[in-house]
């Protein structure tokens, strides 16, 4: 079993910065795609940034050239580095790892394992 637990967020400002973490625990692989997804009530998760085994990353069109995926695979702990923050950013965001391939996107949210949750607000 895989537990993933999100820390990081909160809320700021339109143009501050946010480091998220997830931290794995559990049986983990360094070969596993993990990303970070973001939903906010009453609309479908999406995904935002997912890094690959490799290192390999792929940005959302709305967050690219402001948010960076990073991974220690050391520690067992996905990073997601948020800058210029804009209030369209507002959302839960959930961390996630090992695709399942059920959807050929990888940002797409089929995932096997989720963590709870870190809520992120940015006021204008």
């Known amino acids: 079993q895989v537990h993933l637990v999100e820390s990081g967020g909160g809320s700021v400002q339109s143009g501050d910065s946010l480091r998220l973490s997830c931290a794995a625990s559990g049986y983990t692989s360094s070969s596993w795609y993990m990303g970070w997804f973001r939903q906010d009530p009453g609309k479908e998760r999406e995904g935002v940034a997912v890094?690959?085994?490799?290192?390999?990353?792929r940005y959302a069109d709305s967050v690219k050239g402001r948010f960076t995926i990073s991974r220690d695979d050391a520690k067992n702990t996905l990073y997601l580095q948020m800058n210029s923050l804009k209030p369209d950013d507002t959302a839960m965001y959930y961390c996630?790892?090992?695709?399942?391939?059920?959807?050929?996107?990888?940002?797409?949210?089929?995932?096997?394992?989720w963590g709870q949750g870190t809520q992120v607000t940015v006021s204008s």
């Open positions: 996630a790892a090992v695709k399942t391939w059920s959807q050929p996107d990888v940002l797409a949210p089929d995932y096997k394992y």
């Open positions: 890094i690959a085994g490799a290192g390999g990353t």
